[in-house]
């Protein structure tokens, strides 16, 4: 090979590894932007229904900004479309419960969740810790951010803490901002009845909280027993917001057909090895988003109906996943 043949060559795969390089930033890009557009047209079709509907998603704090890192810009028809955003495992949890999150990993997640804060937007932050002392530290670090905070003593989110409750106010809480502490009891396993599960939220002074639509077996809880919900016991109200993933599919909910285990639809995709019964999602597909929203059977139109005040929407992180 003679030295300009040797110079082609050279230049060839340069330009080839310039190709794979963009391609791989492209596809970066497209999993997060495809994931911005799921949670506008989720916020656009819940207030188109319901103005005020709150949406908050969690975890993916990343598309917050355009570039998807705190060097960027706030990323502005995203953050429009959402009412706060929740964060797991900030100050504790995010290697191992009740184990102080490394600082580099809680610098990383906080300049980004400051984008968010500094355009007005409520922080809701779960640390996953149990020791008091933890519990204290957890609440101080998350108050001296501008966070709202839950410290849960257990990730399964099926039991209500015993420590004495953070910010407590007997207010009566009609928007997002003004509430200081929300509880997080997504898994009612611990509750035989829905009697039981009204009675136990309601004895406390939670000014949000999250739940799931259903107490088991795919039975929802009524608009009435929402209602029931929003009373605190020192005579407040509280707002209640509905969780539900858009970044999996959970082999326990209604629309979970035994057929797919064999036979999967091309949006379904491999199961979550770390949570059983919940499979990666091909969440740009059309097919999977009219199981969600934008249709008078979708998940998010049950959620509406029974009178919740907005949805908390989890795997959001789903880009994760594609980009690697």
Same mark, same amino acid.
Request: proline share 2%.
């Given at each position: 090979?003679?030295?300009?043949?040797?110079?082609?060559?050279?230049?060839?795969?340069?330009?080839?590894?310039? =190709?794979? +390089? @963009?391609?791989?930033?492209?596809?970066?890009?497209?999993?997060?932007?495809?994931?911005?557009?799921?949670?506008?047209?989720?916020?656009?079709?819940a207030k188109s229904i319901k103005p005020g509907f709150i949406i908050i998603p969690q975890n993916g704090i990343e598309l917050v900004s355009d570039n998807g890192a705190s060097s960027g810009q706030p990323h502005k028809s995203y953050l429009d479309a959402i009412d706060g955003n929740g964060q797991e495992d900030l100050f504790f949890g995010y290697k191992k419960d009740d184990q102080a999150t490394?600082? =580099?990993? +809680? @610098?990383y997640l906080r300049a980004l969740l400051d984008i968010s804060k500094n355009a007005g937007k409520v922080i809701l932050v779960t640390d996953y810790c149990a020791t008091p002392s933890k519990v204290i530290s957890s609440y101080r670090q998350n108050s001296d951010a501008g966070y709202i905070s839950f410290a849960a003593n257990k990730r399964t989110l099926n039991a209500i803490p015993a420590s004495p409750l953070h910010n407590e106010n007997a207010g009566i809480i009609s928007n997002l901002a003004q509430a200081r502490n929300f509880l997080y009891l997504i898994n009612p396993d611990a509750f035989n009845t829905k009697e039981a599960f009204i009675d136990a939220v309601t004895a406390t002074n939670y000014d949000l909280l999250l739940m799931d639509l259903f107490i088991s077996d795919n039975i929802s809880f009524t608009a009435a027993e929402i209602n029931q919900l929003r009373n605190k016991d020192n005579g407040g109200k509280r707002m209640v917001i509905c969780y539900i993933s858009v970044g999996e599919a959970e082999q326990y909910r209604y629309y979970w057909q035994s057929s797919w285990r064999n036979h999967p639809p091309?949006?379904?995709?491999?199961?979550?090895?770390?949570?059983?019964?919940?499979?990666?999602?091909?969440?740009?597909?059309?097919?999977?988003?009219?199981?969600?929203?934008?249709?008078?059977?979708?998940?998010?139109?049950?959620?509406?109906?029974?009178?919740?005040?907005?949805?908390y929407l989890d795997i959001i992180d789903a880009f994760e996943y594609y980009e690697k």
């Open positions: 090979m003679n030295r300009y043949s040797t110079i082609l060559l050279a230049i060839g795969l340069f330009l080839i590894s310039c =190709k794979k +390089n @963009n391609t791989s930033e492209d596809n970066e890009s497209s999993y997060k932007q495809q994931m911005r557009e799921l949670v506008i047209s989720i916020s656009a079709y490394p600082a =580099k990993d +809680n @610098n091309a949006w379904l995709d491999k199961e979550n090895p770390a949570w059983a019964g919940n499979f990666k999602v091909k969440y740009w597909d059309s097919a999977w988003q009219n199981i969600i929203y934008g249709n008078d059977a979708s998940y998010l139109k049950r959620i509406i109906d029974a009178g919740f005040d907005g949805a």
